[in-house]
């Protein structure tokens, strides 16, 4: 069955994509393929449909995976770490734990507003944990090895040199 629904050459690109970058939005599906959007739509509900792909919302966006190619619970990480703030905070927070938001906020050309925003969806997706003093919050990856363990198995997919220098340090350091 599967093997006929991607007998289509653009199912099988799409196939092929959503398999090496898992956890794709619609729009970065199609500014890779140069697919139209109705063409992309129509070809992504059919392999969703027969269950080559599945769906994860993500607010009001969809990420896209291959069946059974991620965990469930490496799904809501991947789809975190895809998105260019988030996934830099928590590459900070792995190399820096239990660091001053004001010290996180120093690294970032964002606005106060901007990072907290993104810190508190870390924070609610139980991937940061966030810790009053006094005044102020500091902020650390509740499970580093799990996360380490999902950068680096999907690397690839993260087009970030950022990424690449942290899997040296963090292999580096955990040997």
Same mark, same amino acid.
């Given at each position: 069955?599967?093997?006929?629904?991607?007998?289509?050459?653009?199912?099988?690109?799409? +196939?092929?994509?959503?398999?090496?970058?898992?956890?794709? +939005?619609?729009?970065?599906?199609?500014?890779?393929?140069?697919?139209?959007?109705?063409?992309?739509?129509?070809?992504?509900?059919?392999?969703?449909?027969?269950?080559?792909?599945t769906v994860e919302e993500?607010g009001n966006r969809i990420? +896209?995976?291959?069946?059974?190619?991620?965990?469930?619970?490496?799904?809501?990480?991947?789809?975190?770490?895809?998105?260019?703030?988030?996934?830099?905070?928590?590459? +900070?927070?792995?190399?820096?734990?239990?660091?001053?938001?004001?010290?996180?906020?120093?690294?970032?050309?964002?606005?106060?507003?901007?990072?907290?925003?993104?810190?508190?969806?870390?924070?609610?997706?139980?991937?940061?944990?966030?810790?009053?003093?006094?005044?102020?919050?500091?902020?650390?990856?509740?499970?580093?090895?799990?996360?380490?363990?999902?950068?680096?198995?999907?690397?690839?997919?993260?087009?970030?040199?950022?990424?690449?220098?942290?899997?040296?340090?963090?292999?580096?350091?955990?040997?």
């Amino acid at each position: 069955m599967e093997g006929d629904i991607l007998e289509l050459e653009n199912r099988r690109l799409i +196939y092929q994509l959503i398999s090496k970058y898992p956890g794709m +939005y619609l729009r970065e599906i199609e500014k890779n393929l140069g697919l139209a959007v109705g063409v992309l739509e129509y070809h992504l509900s059919h392999m969703v449909k027969n269950e080559i792909l599945t769906v994860e919302e993500d607010g009001n966006r969809i990420r +896209y995976f291959v069946t059974g190619g991620v965990n469930y619970g490496d799904k809501n990480t991947i789809g975190l770490l895809r998105q260019k703030i988030p996934r830099r905070v928590v590459l +900070y927070l792995m190399l820096n734990p239990n660091v001053k938001f004001k010290d996180v906020l120093e690294q970032f050309e964002v606005s106060k507003s901007t990072l907290s925003f993104h810190i508190k969806k870390l924070v609610d997706a139980h991937l940061v944990e966030a810790t009053k003093e006094g005044r102020e919050t500091s902020y650390e990856v509740i499970d580093p090895e799990t996360v380490a363990r999902i950068i680096l198995t999907y690397k690839a997919s993260f087009l970030d040199s950022l990424v690449d220098r942290f899997a040296e340090t963090w292999l580096e350091m955990n040997p």
